[in-house]
């Protein structure tokens, strides 16, 4: 069965704010994408919710915190994020629900994106059994509440109050890998920029135990899969969900 083909992301906006829950979660799939729009200057920020202390089997958290921050930080730097910051909140446990929104909605009002990107939230990776992880389901259903939370005044009114405008700018909320995407983002010219990205999270990978893990091989036979319904060589996928009213998934 033909797989339905993929329409480009729209590239009409200025800035985004990345959400997810994990460092390395942008980096498996979609950290080339970034560096195709910081490429076209556009303005990008991370905000990782935990500090991905819980994902190193043989490192304790304490150390395995901020070590997982400076890999997050350089694979932004591979891609030209200059932004980065962590809200620290309890790895593997985290919980959606009304306190991760306005942790998540005051991020989206201090930096007033036009355009919210998080990683898939849905319960599978792939529409049937690849399970989610339960911390990337909590973020990024939270992440869309958040954005649509940030622009209501009354909504978290003590963040109006203490000098945070309401930002009603965010147009969409877009969900990367997702297995109900219907848009890509051309990463052929910046697929090797995606791949460093991912490499710079060593002691990450090393701790999965993976033998014989390449990360090129990885990515590229994703991104080629993605590509061939995206018409382009290489891409990543996103699911997007318009936040403004009336508006279209294209």
């Known amino acids: 069965m033909t797989e339905t083909p993929l ?3 729209p590239e009409n906006w200025d800035r985004a704010l990345v959400v997810v829950a994990h460092p390395d979660d942008m980096e498996f799939g979609a ?23 819980a994902g190193i089997d043989g490192m304790a958290p304490p150390e395995a915190g901020p070590l997982r921050e400076d890999e997050q930080r350089e694979s932004c730097r591979v891609v030209g994020v200059d932004e980065v910051e962590f809200l620290r909140l309890p790895d593997g446990v985290l919980e959606y629900g009304v306190a991760l929104r306005r942790r998540i909605a005051e991020v989206v009002r201090r930096h007033r ?12 990776w792939d529409g049937a059994t690849n399970l989610n992880q339960a911390d990337h389901i909590a973020v990024g259903r939270a992440t869309l509440d958040a954005a649509r939370d940030a622009g209501n005044r009354w909504i978290f009114p003590e963040q109006v109050e203490s000098g945070l405008a309401p930002w009603p700018g965010v147009v969409a909320v877009w969900a990367a890998g997702s297995p109900q995407a ?39 036979g994703n991104a080629q899969a993605v590509g061939e319904r995206a018409g382009v060589p290489l891409a990543s996928s996103f699911e997007v969900f318009p936040l403004q009213w009336g508006g279209a998934d294209d």
């Open 7 to 9: 329409t480009a992301l």
């Open 31 to 53: 950290a080339a994408a970034v560096a195709r729009w910081t490429g076209q200057g556009k303005d990008v920020v991370y905000c990782l919710v935990t500090s991905g202390e």
């Open 113 to 124: 994106p036009d355009v919210v990107v998080t990683n898939n939230f849905r319960d599978t």
């Open 182 to 220: 219907r848009h890509a983002v051309d990463v052929t010219d910046d697929f090797d920029t995606g791949v460093a990205s991912l490499r710079a999270h060593q002691a990450y990978l090393d701790g999965l135990g993976w033998a014989d893990f390449d990360p090129d091989a990885f990515l590229r």
